[in-house]
């Protein structure tokens, strides 16, 4: 059983930043996902918990950083430059396979979810 538990959501104004946090034990990877209203869930990035691989949508590429903290057994989503179109829940979840060869990036390979938190952009 995974477990998984989300912080460090808000409202913040274009150009600005956000750090999310999810608390995940027991997990070979995390993912962050996000969802706007009226939209469906998309994959936003995703971590290997033993090697630290990462993996990014073409979105927030260059802007967001996904690091684990293996003391705390955190995951941190790092998002600077955010922009309006970032306004959306972030959900972190962590996959089915116990063991990952290539990093997940679609919802139906993820098993577990955390209650979402949500990211507000103000223009």
């Known amino acids: 059983q995974v477990h998984l538990i989300e912080s460090g959501g808000g409202l913040v104004q274009s150009g600005g930043s956000l750090r999310l946090s999810c608390v995940a034990s027991?997990?070979?990877?995390v993912g962050w996902f996000r969802q706007a209203p009226g939209k469906e869930r998309v994959f936003v990035a995703a971590i290997h918990w033993t090697d630290g691989r990462t993996l990014y949508s073409d979105s927030v590429k260059d802007r967001f950083t996904i690091s684990r903290d293996h003391a705390k057994n955190t995951v941190h989503l790092q998002m600077n430059n955010l922009k309006p179109e970032d306004t959306a829940v972030y959900y972190c979840?962590?996959?089915?396979?116990?063991?990952?060869?290539?990093?997940?990036?679609?919802?139906?390979?993820?098993?577990?979810w955390g209650q979402g938190t949500q990211v507000t952009v103000s223009s």
């Open positions: 027991g997990s070979s990877a």
């Open positions: 979840a962590a996959p089915w396979a116990n063991t990952i060869v290539e990093l997940p990036r679609d919802l139906y390979e993820y098993k577990y």
